[in-house]
């Protein structure tokens, strides 16, 4: 199973960036899908999780800017994120459940001030 994540880079703050994570290989039946985020010298931490019937939670810290999707025919999830702070620059990671959890390589989002 392999998870291929892009759309990261470089915006300023108050811009835009639509992260994708692609799943491809042995896919048996995909539950939730997520991304996480971590900073330099901080803890990786949960930015959003959508369920196969499409309900969706938040961190606190993006509520109201970010937006999980996911389109289970590619088996694919996006994050939009918007109105993006300085704070939010981090490696975001996409993460699915299949049984167990599968991981991305991470993609980084930078947002200068």
């Known amino acids: 199973v392999q998870l291929v994540e892009s759309g990261g880079g470089l915006v300023q703050a108050g811009g835009s960036l639509r992260l994708s994570c692609a799943v491809s290989g042995s896919i048996v039946s995909i539950s939730t899908m997520a991304w996480y985020r971590q900073a330099p010298g901080s803890q990786r931490e949960l930015v959003a999780v959508?369920?196969?019937?499409?309900?969706?939670n938040y961190a606190d810290s993006v509520k109201g800017r970010f937006t999980i999707s996911r389109d289970n025919a590619s088996y694919t999830v996006y994050l939009q994120m918007n109105t993006l702070k300085p704070e939010d620059t981090a490696v975001y990671y996409c993460?699915?459940?299949?049984?167990?959890?599968?991981w991305g390589q991470g993609t980084q989002v930078t947002v200068s001030s």
């Open positions: 959508i369920t196969t019937g499409g309900n969706t």
């Open positions: 993460n699915v459940r299949m049984g167990i959890y599968y």
